[in-house]
């Protein structure tokens, strides 16, 4: 599984934990033009450098890598969303974009000085959203007045606003976030703590933001980051992550229509284990328990967020 210490000419971070190469088939069988709507690309750091600036370096997971997985999960297409460690140099993604032939959207990062011509560039190659990262061990923080002015300029080509933060500092952030007259998509529920109750004051904010927010979405992703007390998505196992359950089941059934999933392949800067991506696929059913919820969550919803022209 491990894919050797360097990444081309850089050095990958103490610890790091690879993608599972191998992952089983999923039982649970996608439906037809499903999207996995929160996946990226690293480098590969010989032709796409990681940034200067980045707080890791991954291994190489490669487009080709992406779309490999892609059709051995039975996904249709993907949203590969501009990962941290290649900062706001959007390049390997656009690449993957420009070789998915039609079959892959972005979300990607941008400076406040981004001009006209290169966010019309960025729209040509498939790009339908920025991302807004607040998670301090992945950023230095980016003041709201730059974000503000990066909202601005790409309103007007129909693109969304991703934001990713963790539940902590959601009180802080709401004024700014309902704030902001795009859609916007939330990573990964905002990050929940799953050893509190759902029925908590803090998962409880989190839920009146998407009320208050009509305009506001969310990825019901990453229970393998989210979880504490697991079983993990290995060995087979096919009730993994009970404890994020309760949360993704709930945001699924109250917000059917603005809800998305995806792998997180390749996982960045996972600790604790590295899961088969197979056995991720078949937790969806246990948050999205009939065929109709399922068709929003992975066809229907990511459609009309990334595909609006149809497919
Ligand atoms: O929690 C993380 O470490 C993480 C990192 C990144 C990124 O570096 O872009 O993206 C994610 O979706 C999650």
Redesign the pocket.
């Known amino acids: 599984m491990a894919h050797g210490d360097t990444t081309g000419p850089f050095e990958k971070t103490p610890g790091w934990l690879d993608w599972y190469d191998g992952p089983s088939k999923p039982q649970f069988q996608l439906p037809a033009g499903a999207v996995d709507a929160?996946c990226?690309v690293f480098g590969p750091g010989a032709e796409f450098p990681y940034a200067p600036q980045r707080k890791?370096t991954p291994c190489d997971a490669s487009a080709e890598q992406l779309f490999a997985l892609r059709d051995h999960l039975g996904f249709e297409r993907n949203v590969i969303?501009?990962?941290?460690?290649h900062g706001a140099d959007n390049s390997a993604m656009v690449d993957a974009l420009r070789r998915s032939e039609g079959r892959a959207r972005g979300v990607a990062t941008v400076r406040a000085d981004v001009t006209e011509d290169e966010l019309n560039e960025l729209h040509e190659s498939g790009v339908r959203g920025v991302?807004f990262?607040f998670?301090k061990?992945?950023v230095d923080a980016v003041p709201t007045e730059s974000l503000a002015t990066i909202v601005e300029k790409i309103a007007p080509l129909g693109w969304h606003v991703v934001i990713?933060f963790e539940a902590d500092d959601l009180p802080d952030l709401y004024e700014f976030f309902s704030s902001i007259p795009t859609d916007v998509v939330v990573?990964?529920m905002g990050r929940p703590d799953v050893t509190k109750s759902p029925d908590g004051p803090e998962f409880e904010l989190f839920l009146r933001f998407m009320r208050e927010n009509p305009n506001v979405w969310t990825k019901v992703t990453?229970p393998e980051?989210l979880s504490v007390a697991g079983p993990r998505a290995l060995d087979g196992e096919q009730h993994a992550y009970q404890d994020v359950v309760p949360f993704a089941k709930r945001v699924v059934e109250e917000f059917p229509d603005r809800v998305l999933w995806g792998t997180?392949w390749p996982h960045?800067?996972l600790k604790d284990h590295m899961p088969d991506d197979g056995l991720l696929v078949d937790f969806i059913p246990q948050i999205a328990t009939t065929p109709e919820l399922q068709e929003k969550l992975l066809v229907t919803n990511p459609g009309r967020l990334y595909w609006p022209e149809g497919a």
């Open positions: 929160h990226h890791y969303v501009q990962a941290t460690c991302r990262n998670v061990r992945l990713y990573d990964h990453c980051r997180d960045p800067n």
